[in-house]
């Protein structure tokens, strides 16, 4: 009998083990003490079912002990149900705990997806409708300083957004810091109250970083039901993040204005300096039958490369304008080829560096911005024409898997490992080779920009002393008909 006893009593112990202290702990792991509490019932519990069921085995043997092992037993009983109701309510109090939390958070979530976009009319009423719905508040706007006054024009009340002219804090009332108010309920205008049917209020400061207006986060309820501790918290944290993206709404917007603005003295700059520079190209073209060869060269090499700097110039000026768009026609890669060649050439001078064309079968035709694209393969030929003293520059063309591979390959100085990372920043020319060459550091930047704009980006392959390929990989075209050809 007392083996058999044993074994039950071991058993509702491991149901007790397996089943209630696992669910509890995975479902409100966060809640230590009553999963301690459940578990310790468990095992009182099935003590007592023990004893009760050894006890009514007894009486059914006829061998009672009297009513009052009955009576002790059923009051240890009643007292583990009544901590069992008990433990049931603070269960469902924590249920409702969680339920609450995973709103909070599933807000935040929107709320941080809306104001990633940077705008400040976005911004706003996401927040102020967020914060209504999860302090339980019947309304709410943003009140912003104007003229002493703290006033809005738009308030979010039973569901949607309703102009409303109300002058939230008045200058009668005295000055109010957004740095030194303290969340809670406080008095305000009897006015804006009654303007709104509102009879209790919490507000807690937006902190704009000194820029612009100062500004305050206030919800309101109808009723007389103060704000609990939670709700002022929540408040408090929607209001630091609505200050942090108007933040950085401010920042971003400044230093866009600065780009635009460093773009257009840039293409101003650019400009200015082309008209002279084509005057001296043809002027330098007058005077080639007439003055000894190498002069002219020496002379037409420098012009080019102030033609070439001029041009990185105006195109890193249009990168980040609105109308830096792409036109997609059909290439004939053979003929962008030699327009490069023709385009680098007079950079060798009287180096002794020879430029080679090799088009691979497939691979004549390609889909993409041809000026763009010859922008970007002049860049990379005149790169390396200007760091390889002697030797190739190989302009080649490959095709595999319906892409065509445009790679320019030197055998020059080659570029340093830890210094290919920075090479297509601009204004960056890397290692001593580059110091004696002319240059502002925009030719890898623009071509890099550019290649992006066209989809693809430029890969590096290269060693210090061992020469440098440049590659991008374009959607390949077929032949083009009998008609023409784009390019």
């Known amino acids: 009998m007392g083996g058999r006893t044993g074994g039950r009593v071991v058993g509702v112990l491991a149901v007790a083990d397996g089943r209630l202290w696992p669910g509890i702990s995975l479902a409100f792991g966060y809640s230590v003490p009553i999963a301690l509490a459940a578990y310790t019932f468990g095992i009182r519990l099935g003590i007592e079912l023990s004893v009760l069921c050894v006890i009514l085995r007894r009486i059914c043997a006829g061998r009672a002990y009297g009513a009052w092992w009955l009576y002790a037993g059923s009051a240890l009983m009643l007292t583990e149900y009544l901590m069992l109701a008990v433990g049931a309510g603070a269960l469902g109090r924590a249920v409702r705990r969680l339920e609450r939390h995973a709103r909070v958070l599933r807000r935040m979530s929107e709320l941080a997806r809306g104001l990633t976009g940077l705008e400040p009319e976005a911004a706003l009423p996401r927040v102020v409708e967020a914060s209504v719905r999860l302090t339980g508040a019947d309304g709410g706007f943003v009140a912003m300083s104007t003229e002493g006054d703290w006033r809005t024009d738009q308030v979010f009340a039973d569901g949607s957004w309703q102009a409303e002219s109300v002058v939230w804090w008045p200058r009668a009332l005295g000055p109010w810091e957004p740095g030194r108010w303290r969340i809670g309920t406080s008095p305000w205008s009897e006015v804006a109250l009654r303007q709104l049917g509102a009879r209790v209020q919490m507000a807690a400061p937006v902190s704009t970083g000194g820029q612009g207006p100062?500004?305050?986060?206030?919800?309101?309820?109808?009723?007389?039901?103060?704000?609990?501790?939670?709700t002022r918290e929540i408040l408090a944290l929607f209001a630091a993040h609505l200050g942090a993206a108007l933040n950085a709404t401010k920042?971003?917007?400044?230093?866009?204005?600065?780009?635009?603005?460093?773009?257009?003295?840039?293409?101003?700059?650019?400009?200015?300096?082309?008209?002279?520079?084509h005057v001296i190209v043809g002027t330098t073209d007058l005077l080639a039958p007439h003055v000894e060869r190498s002069l002219v060269e020496r002379l037409r090499r420098q012009t080019h490369l102030l033609m070439q700097m001029t041009n990185d110039l105006i195109e890193f000026s249009r990168?980040?304008?609105?109308?830096?768009?792409?036109?997609?026609?059909?290439?004939?890669?053979?003929?962008?080829?030699?327009?490069?060649?023709?385009?680098?050439?007079?950079?060798?001078?009287?180096?002794?560096?020879?430029?080679?064309?090799?088009?691979?079968?497939g691979a004549e035709w390609i889909q993409s911005d041809p000026e763009k694209l010859c922008q970007i393969l002049t860049n990379l030929a005149t790169n390396a024409v200007k760091y390889t003293p002697r030797g190739r520059v190989e302009l080649r063309a490959a095709r595999e898997n319906g892409r065509v591979t445009l790679a320019v390959r030197d055998t020059g100085i080659g570029i340093p490992v830890p210094e290919q990372a920075r090479i297509f920043d601009p204004f960056y020319r890397a290692g001593d080779g580059a110091r004696g060459e002319p240059g502002v550091g925009l030719g890898l930047c623009v071509a890099q920009d550019l290649a992006r704009l066209l989809g693809t980006r430029i890969v590096v392959d290269s060693a210090d002393r061992a020469g440098s390929t440049f590659s991008l990989e374009l959607p390949a075209s077929e032949k083009e008909d009998r008609n023409g050809r784009d390019g």
């Open 214 to 230: 100062s500004m305050a986060l206030v919800v309101f309820r109808a009723g007389s039901r103060p704000f609990e501790r939670a």
């Open 251 to 277: 920042q971003f917007t400044a230093a866009r204005e600065a780009t635009r603005e460093k773009a257009r003295v840039l293409a101003h700059v650019a400009h200015d300096l082309a008209a002279p520079l």
């Open 319 to 361: 990168l980040d304008a609105p109308e830096a768009w792409v036109r997609n026609r059909r290439i004939h890669v053979p003929e962008l080829y030699q327009r490069v060649h023709e385009l680098a050439a007079p950079l060798i001078g009287t180096k002794d560096v020879r430029v080679e064309v090799e088009v691979g079968a």
